[in-house]
Every structure is written in C-alpha cells, then in structure tokens.
C-alpha cells in the first residue's frame, strides 16, 4: 500500500511538473503556469480518485458475491458447511473436537461471518466504501 502510494505521488508530481516547465517554456505569465499547475493537479488527484472508486466498487462486488454463495450455501447444505467450517479450523491446527467446538460456537452466534472469515478473508461488517476511498484519494493526493 506504501508503495502504490509512493509511486502515485511520484507521478502526480512529474506529471505536474512537466505540465508546468511545458506551459513555462511558451510564456512568461505567473497566472498561466499557476492555472496550468492547478489544472494538473486537480486532473492528476481525479484520475487518482476514479481510479481507486472504480477498483474498490469492483473488489466489492466481488465479495458481495461470494458472500451471497455462501448465504446460499448456508441455506442450502447447512450440514456440509458446518463440517467444512470445522475441517478449515482443524487444518489450521485445531484438534478435531475442539475444532468441532468453535464451528458450533461460531456458527450460533453468525454462520456467515464465520464462513466469510474462515473461507473467503471477509468480514462481512467491514466492507470498503468505494465513495470514501475515492474522496479520500483525491483529498490526500495519493493512493491509500
């Protein structure tokens, strides 16, 4: 995340500068290389902000998805889902029971959280807004 972020300073800023020495090189107007400087600057920090909406839009629809098959699944094979869930926890090193035990205990308490976390990475709760992250791009210039 560093990096993306390094290089989409790095960019805005030679792509600004380069604006700038062009508009520099063809008149002597302070106004003009200013406005030309703002111009970049604000078509950089858009292009940036579109960007980083249109990216999050789509992870999110990915993970709406795969959420849905899983509420699916849920539905449709419980039984399945629950040794599944169980059989994840004992290959991350559980003993069986105790990994039998932490599947009953999860899945009362919220089978798809559960399911998204241990199977898919998600929590469910914690999805990105592709609004904020975009605004949040273009107000800090870079990429988060």
Avoid: W
């Avoid at 500068?17 to 600057?41: D, E, F, M, R």
């Avoid at 990915?62 to 699944?73: H, Y």
């Avoid at 090193?93 to 990994?99: K, N, R, Y």
Wanted: hydrophobic share 45%; aromatic share 2%; with cysteine.
């Amino acid at each position: 995340m560093l990096r993306a972020g390094v290089l989409g300073v790095n960019d805005g800023l030679v792509s600004t500068a380069g604006l700038v020495i062009g508009v520099a090189g063809a008149t002597n107007s302070t106004k003009a290389l200013l406005t030309a400087g703002l111009a970049g600057l604000l078509a950089g920090s858009s292009s940036l902000a579109a960007g980083e909406y249109v990216s999050v839009s789509s992870h999110c629809d990915s993970e709406r998805a795969a959420l849905d098959q899983e509420r699916r699944q849920l539905t449709d094979a419980p039984k399945d889902e629950f040794a599944e869930l169980a059989g994840l926890y004992q290959a991350r090193g559980l003993p069986a029971e105790l990994a039998r035990e932490v599947a009953v205990h999860l899945t009362a308490y919220d089978a798809l959280g559960a399911h998204a976390e241990a199977e898919l990475g998600i929590d469910p709760d914690e999805m990105a807004s592709p609004v904020a992250r975009g605004v949040g791009t273009q107000v800090s210039g870079e990429m988060p």
